[in-house]
């Protein structure tokens, strides 16, 4: 059975920090490149960071550079990202996802809030 599970969201204020993660099974982790999504209600989903199978490539939504960072552990089949700085813009619901050709899989999400 396929699971992406996130974790790690909450309410922080603006200026802190939350580290996301997202725990997999049920498929080859190290095959599929991950991805974070956002979301807010009425909204479509924002790509905000990829990272290929290997983690030797990222990429980052513009308004998110130099604040987020994205990385994976394939040992632990586990994807990352570490947010910093977090503004009230990036509240959301953020979903980690993964793909490898025609095979794609969303976790439920985790919602972050960021608010003084």
């Known amino acids: 059975q396929v699971q992406l599970v996130e974790s790690g969201g909450g309410l922080v204020q603006p200026g802190g920090s939350l580290r996301l993660s997202c725990a997999a099974s049920?498929?080859?982790?190290?095959?599929?490149?991950m991805s974070w999504y956002r979301q807010v209600p009425g909204t479509v989903h924002n790509l905000v960071s990829t990272i290929t199978t290997t983690g030797v490539s990222t990429t980052y939504l513009n308004s998110v550079k130099g604040r987020f960072t994205i990385s994976r552990d394939n040992v632990k089949s586990t994807v990352y990202l570490q947010m910093n700085d977090l503004k009230p813009e990036d509240t959301a619901t953020y979903y980690c996802?993964?793909?490898?050709?025609?095979?794609?899989?969303w976790g439920q999400g985790t919602q972050v809030t960021v608010s003084s």
């Open positions: 049920g498929f080859t982790f190290s095959n599929y490149a």
């Open positions: 996802d993964a793909r490898a050709g025609k095979n794609k899989y």
